[in-house]
């Protein structure tokens, strides 16, 4: 059994910065990557930003410069760090976690979501 938990979510001015955090536990053998989607309203769900076991990242376009993912290994947690924050970026930011899970080699699972909300 696996779990995947977020925080960090809140209120905002624009301009201002939040850290999100997401913790997978439980039955994980190894973590193939971790990263963090957004869904806003009346939208489809978009990546954000994603970082494999390797370390490579990937940022979707309007959040490269503003957003940084980093991990912590030992935690099994993954950080997005959102600065110069916009009204735009007012979404439920949901973590994704791309796990071995022993028995399924790469196992797909995500947080009940955070809400962001950047007032103007």
């Known amino acids: 059994q696996v779990q995947v938990v977020e925080s960090g979510g809140g209120l905002v001015q624009a301009g201002g910065s939040l850290r999100l955090s997401c913790a997978a536990s439980g039955r994980i053998v190894s973590i193939n990557g971790m990263g963090w989607h957004r869904e806003a309203p009346g939208k489809r769900r978009e990546l954000v930003a994603f970082?494999?076991?390797?370390?490579?990242?990937n940022y979707q376009d309007s959040v490269r410069g503003r957003f940084t993912i980093s991990r912590d290994n030992a935690e099994n947690t993954v950080y997005l760090q959102m600065n110069s924050l916009k009204p735009e970026d007012t979404a439920v930011y949901y973590c994704?976690?791309?796990?071995?899970?022993?028995?399924?080699?790469?196992?797909?699972?995500w947080g009940q979501g955070t809400q962001v909300t950047v007032s103007s």
């Open positions: 994704n976690a791309n796990l071995n899970t022993g028995t399924v080699p790469r196992a797909s699972y």
């Open positions: 970082m494999t076991s390797g370390g490579t990242t």
